[in-house]
Every structure is written in structure tokens, then in C-alpha cells.
């Protein structure tokens, strides 16, 4: 009797979903590409950071981007000579922002992602670039403890200024957020209950920011190299934390320092933000100019030099002439 052989049946066409599972499974199979992935998914990186970064050849590393470029998991902008690799925004697609989700959630504390967050930030350091414009320019404000000033500062610039700004805070020794922040707030209309005191070190290297505005002296002395900082500014005032005496007394101290900012953030506000800190702009031609001064002193000096020494030979062939006509 025969046995039937079995039939090799054709592999059917996928359909979309299932084609798209194992488009986003091979570009996430191999670990530098999630590595990759993970340090651009805030915010944007450029070849040769990339390449600082992971210590891969620029040939290497521009193969692993097209792979997770086709996958449409990263998303490229050009911004002059650079181009700039982003996570993409995976609103509408959702098997690769599941995907990306759950990578999140997993390697959240995994020690390597969290060593190559300072590998960006050297990266950032050493292969400085403008960053691409966004729809609202990144501010961080700075402070201590991240209790009272920067948290004030926060909310105000949020409130007055929201649609331009994308406002963050953080400290250099975050502590609790003490009631009479949010409660000298509320009697100007702005509820900062949602906000929460955060390390400084869960932002250096990560995200990119149009401003840095220290609030305090000690922030700034301790915080003197922020990598990923376009322009610099220092604001201080006064530590409420350190008001004592009666409530009513200390209550005045956060007043009078939530008076203060309300003043500075809308006057920066309405000036122009660009104009105040040109100065400071990590990227500004200033230096540049500056480092040349001395350079066209020195030419203008050696230029002056060689004017005058034909007359100064001129001079000696007359004085052996005379000499000469003397002596006959």
C-alpha cells in the first residue's frame, strides 16, 4: 500500500499585520539596534554621534540605521550638513509602538542602556551640533532640590507660555515638594500638583534643550557642563527652604520668590530669548571671531615689521655712502 508523501505547500503571502510583526522583529533582533533605538528615542542623534557613541565604523552604523529606517521604527531630518535619526512617531502603527512600549518597560533599569545614556552625553560633548527645530524649543530650569524654585519656575513658564515651550525642572538633590509651593501657586491660578521633583542625572545626555535657567548659585557651580544645551542662563534667587520662623513668615519668602519669577519669565517672554543669549550660544560663531584677533594683530604687526626694513637698509646704504665720500 502506498503512503501518500507529503505535500510542500507554498508559504501563502503574509498578510499586513503578521508582515509587519516580522518586519519590526528583524530590526529589533539584533542588540545595538535596540541600543540604538532606545538612545534616540527622545531625542534625536546624528551619524557621528552615533558613531562616537557605540564605537562602530560610520559604514557599520549607517547599516543598522537603513535597517531600522526601513522598518519605519526611526525616522531621518536633515538640519544644514547633518541628518538627524529620531524614533518615529507610532500613533497610528500600533505593532511597532506596542513593540517599542514593551522594549521600554523591560529595559527601563537594564544597566547597559543606562551606561550608554553616558556614552551620549560624551557623545554630545565631543560631536557638537545644532539640533533639528521643533514645533517648541526645550527649557529645563534648575535648582537645588527641585522643591520650590525650579517647580515655580515650571509652572509659570508653562502657564504664560505653554504652546512655545516645553518646559522641564529637575535638582542637583531633589527633596519633597514642601505644601507652600503649590499652595503660594494656586493663588495665582496655576496648579503644579501633577509635577514631581527629579534628578538632574535622569536628563544629562538624554534630551537636548534649547535653554538651561539655573535659579540657584549651587546648580550652577555644581552643574558646570550640561551636554546636549544649546544656550545657558543663570537666574538666581532666593531659597525659600531656608526661610524660618512663623508660617505666615515663611509663606511671604515663597511669595516674594514666586514674585520674582512670574517678573523675569514674562519679561524674557515677551523680549527676545534668542537676543539675551546670543552670547552664550554653544554653537555662535563669537568664538571664532574672538580666537581671530589675536591672529590679525600679529599679521598686522609682522606686515608693519616688513614695511620698514627697505628703509632701514635704504638708511645704511646712505650712511656708507657718506662715509665713502668722506674718506675721499
Not at 41 to 58: R, V
Request: proline share 8%.
Amino acid at each position: 500500500m502506498d503512503v501518500d508523501k507529503p505535500q510542500v505547500v507554498p508559504t501563502p503571502n503574509l498578510p499586513g499585520a503578521v508582515q509587519r510583526v516580522e518586519e519590526v522583529a528583524k530590526a529589533l533582533s539584533d542588540q545595538i539596534r535596540i541600543r540604538i533605538l532606545a538612545s534616540v528615542a527622545e531625542d534625536p542623534l546624528n551619524l557621528q554621534q552615533l558613531t562616537q557613541m557605540f564605537g562602530l565604523a560610520p559604514s557599520t552604523m549607517s547599516k543598522h540605521l537603513r535597517l531600522l529606517e526601513e522598518a519605519n521604527l526611526i525616522s531621518v531630518q536633515r538640519v544644514g550638513k547633518w541628518r538627524y535619526f529620531h524614533a518615529a512617531n507610532h500613533t497610528k502603527d500600533p505593532i511597532a509602538g506596542g513593540a517599542l512600549r514593551w522594549m521600554a518597560s523591560v529595559a527601563a533599569e537594564d544597566p547597559l542602556l543606562e551606561s550608554d545614556a553616558a556614552r551620549r552625553a560624551v557623545a554630545l560633548t565631543l560631536k557638537p551640533a545644532p539640533p533639528p527645530k521643533g514645533e517648541r524649543q526645550n527649557v529645563l530650569f534648575l535648582c537645588t532640590a527641585n522643591a520650590c524654585r525650579s517647580q515655580m519656575a515650571e509652572g509659570i513658564l508653562r502657564h504664560y507660555a505653554g504652546h512655545r515651550f516645553e518646559v522641564y525642572s529637575a535638582g542637583v538633590f531633589p527633596r519633597p515638594i514642601p505644601p507652600l509651593t503649590a499652595e503660594v501657586m494656586r493663588e495665582i491660578g496655576i496648579d503644579i500638583g501633577d509635577q514631581k521633583p527629579k534628578s538632574v542625572m535622569t536628563l544629562i545626555g538624554r534630551k537636548h534643550f534649547d535653554y538651561l535657567i539655573t535659579v540657584c548659585p549651587l546648580a550652577e557651580s555644581q552643574v558646570p557642563v550640561f551636554p546636549g544645551v544649546t544656550r545657558r542662563l543663570h537666574w538666581p534667587m532666593e531659597d525659600p527652604l531656608q526661610a524660618t520662623g512663623t508660617k505666615r513668615a515663611r509663606r511671604a519668602l515663597f511669595r516674594r520668590v514666586r514674585d520674582e519669577l512670574v517678573e523675569k519669565i514674562r519679561d524674557w517672554i515677551e523680549g527676545s530669548p534668542d537676543r539675551d543669549a546670543a552670547e552664550r550660544n554653544t554653537f555662535s560663531r563669537g568664538s571664532k571671531k574672538a580666537s581671530s584677533a589675536p591672529a590679525r594683530a600679529i599679521n598686522a604687526r609682522t606686515r608693519s615689521t616688513s614695511s620698514r626694513k627697505p628703509a632701514r637698509r635704504t638708511s645704511n646704504r646712505k650712511k656708507e655712502k657718506n662715509h665713502e665720500a668722506q674718506a675721499v
